[in-house]
């Protein structure tokens, strides 16, 4: 990747013989409905034992008002402050021929060009060769159906092999977008994912959001990725939302109507084809184990 326009301030520690890396980004904030998109990297890094080489000084970026330090304890029992920024990690995953680097924090308050760039300049400094953004919204999606991630590609041979359409939203952005704009400008390959979260059920976690990123993620990465208990879990949040709508029976009727309205717009799409990709990700999952 050659990006010679950019200057990172950020220190970087040096992290020799990286693999053809592909970078996985994810802001808290306004693109991280039910902490859905946040979940998938703290998930992976957390199964692929991800090391933070670099983080954002937060003074220039973030209204400490709006995203307040935190004082907590640390091993030894002492305060420790913990101030809001943006984190840089890297891990080698077993089974996969790559290495990946996260790109993990807020969505900033001010200055958000300067963000970007200070962020690009140091993916490049480890030799970034992709960059991949998660995100997830509050849309009119059924907690009964599989969550639908959209997903948008800068290189046509992307588009062509993950089956993506080109975005057509028109509208205000987050970081993600200026994010996805900066690598497009800097001729970058790109990939952008998007869940759909139920909006009657916003708060967090939504795990059955993150389980349907990180099934697209499978895909771009042709490897089988570690669910943990996420399907559990995702299996346990539905029914605990099937609970609630039992309760109340305006819910339950909102859910009927849009269950209906996915079930027609849908019906296309369970084709033979859709089945036998999924069928193919449970069989390379299961190659993985």
Known sequence: MAVTRLVSVMEIEKVPGLVDPVVIAAFEGWNDAAESATAVVDHLMEHWHARVVGAIDPEDYYD??????????????????????????????PGLDRDVIFVRGIEPNMRWRQFTAELLAAVEELGGAMIVTLGALLADSPHTRPIPVSGSASEPELVDRLDLEPSTYEGPTGILGVFGDACSKLDIPSVSYWAAVPHYVAQPPCPKATLALLNNLEELLETGLPLGDLVEEAKAWERGVDQLAEEDEDIADYVRSLEETRDTTDLPEASGEAIAREFERYLKRRGDE
């Open 64 to 93: 400490f008002q709006v995203n307040r330090p935190n004082v907590g304890m640390d091993e030894n029992g002492f305060r420790k402050l913990t101030w809001p920024s943006t984190h840089v990690a890297v891990a080698s995953p």
